[in-house]
């Protein structure tokens, strides 16, 4: 990023107000409008302005620098360490990231773009947020003063198409014979419980196990933010536990979706993490009769009986 870009970037957000729902189309607009302004002064040929178009709207309504990565397909987790300090992960293997942002300004804008996006509040008085991104991938947010050196940003990204279980066989990752044991146990409502490290697949088995419910069961879903994606369920109901707002009100805990989805006639209940106290629900549910499909110390799946 280069100073042309800082000096054009400064100058179209001064005539934007970034939580307005500025169309893409009134984006692109106004930037072609700045070009046309600025393309003698720059000196810019047809194609840097170009690249211009597109450097300046991945900044304002993208993720910035980090929309190349958040276009990878290969990219299954980035990390922001501060502004010139980022990493992804590649077929399990972390390596540094080619770009870094110019400014922590910058940086800072991603970061209220995102939790402005799903309506989450993020500064010195509250920290840390965990955001939903519309293509399912999980952000996490952590800001200074409790991040020490800058803003860190985690971003958990997905396949678009959900892992079968065919593929896990393939890949190695289990044995047909194992498939096949685990079938039987979802399908008669056995008791399983899934564990592992972070990015040890855990919710990507679960999605893959979820194909062996069985057709015309009520499913219902609990999670901190909504990340599994269970192709073969109709009758489905998804639900995402809220933080508490400013005031430290109106918080809906994991433990509060536990208890109440039992009194929504489920035939299932899969529970995306299980940290603290709502494990005590979990159990108090099989104890009066609720199989439970555990994923995880971070997922459950209940079976009603």
Partial sequence: MDGIRNALYEELVRGIDLKDELEDEDLYRRIDGLLARRAKEFKLTFREKQKYREVLFSALRRFDVLSLAMDDESVTEIMVNGTDRIFVEREGRIEPYEAAFTTAEKLSDVVQQIASKVNRRVNEASPMADARLKDGSRVNIVLPPVAIDGPAVTIRRFPKEPVSMEQLISWGALTEEAAAFLKQLVECGYNIFISGGTGAGKTTFLGALAEYIPAGERVITIEDSAELRLRNVKNLVR??????????????????????????????IIVGEIRSEEALDMLQAMNTGHAVLKVAIRGTVAKTQ
Avoid: F, H, K, Q
Wanted: hydrophobic fraction near 30%.
């Fill in 239 to 268: 639900l995402e536990s809220r933080p508490p707002n400013l005031e430290g009100e109106y918080e809906v805990t994991i433990r509060d979706l536990i208890r109440n989805a039992l009194r929504m006639r489920p035939d299932r």
